[in-house]
């Protein structure tokens, strides 16, 4: 009902930038809260960034001042503008949103998608 596409992602050399998407679709209500995270080989998943329906913004330390998080709405899409990429940014980037389904809009449910793979080269 509900799908969460990632795009973007690809090999960059370090220092370069790339511009990640996610756009929801399917039978969708509302949405609050879109997020990023990422799983790097042999670790957890971890939070990197998240934006709220408002516009505001969080982020983890290891990427506060090299990416930026960016919303639309009228196209249910979120934004991962990443620049300065280093080698320790290479991971698999996931996109989460909170959001409401029709039909049953009072339940806030959690959504992810399959996933874009970053590649940072030294």
């Known amino acids: 009902q509900v799908q969460l596409v990632e795009s973007g992602g690809g090999l960059v050399q370090a220092g370069g930038s790339l511009r990640l998407s996610c756009a929801a679709s399917?039978?969708?209500?509302?949405?609050?809260?879109m997020a990023w995270y990422r799983q790097a080989p042999g670790k957890q998943r971890e939070f990197v960034t998240a934006i709220t329906s408002g516009g505001s913004t969080n982020y983890a330390s290891s990427v506060k001042g090299r990416f930026t998080i960016s919303r639309d709405n009228a196209k249910n899409t979120a934004y991962l503008q990443m620049n300065s990429l280093k080698p320790e940014d290479t991971a698999v980037y996931y996109c989460?949103?909170?959001?409401?389904?029709?039909?049953?809009?009072?339940?806030?449910?959690?959504?992810w998608g399959k996933g874009t793979l970053v590649t940072v080269s030294s």
């Open positions: 989460n949103a909170d959001l409401r389904v029709l039909g049953d809009s009072r339940k806030r449910r959690a959504y």
């Open positions: 399917g039978s969708i209500f509302s949405i609050d809260a």
